[in-house]
């Protein structure tokens, strides 16, 4: 069973990773039709996101524990 260090570690490790922004700009350059850059204003915000993943975590593992009665 999953700790929540480890699940922890797991999140912030998908959530940073260059595979990550990589799988964003190829969907929406798809989805777009358009070369997307990492400049790109959805690719910059979600980087910020990224920096924050660890605390993120905490938070939406508190609302878990409340939303499910753990």
Not at 43 to 70: E, H, P, R, S, T
């Amino acid at each position: 069973m999953a700790t929540k260090e480890t699940a922890k570690k797991k999140y912030v490790s998908s959530v940073t990773s260059p595979l990550a922004v990589d799988k964003m700009t190829g969907k929406l350059g798809t989805y777009l039709g358009i070369t997307v850059s990492e400049s790109a204003s959805p690719i910059v915000n979600y980087k910020k996101f990224a920096d924050k993943a660890d605390g993120y975590f905490d938070k939406l593992y508190a609302n878990q524990k409340i939303a499910y009665g753990g």
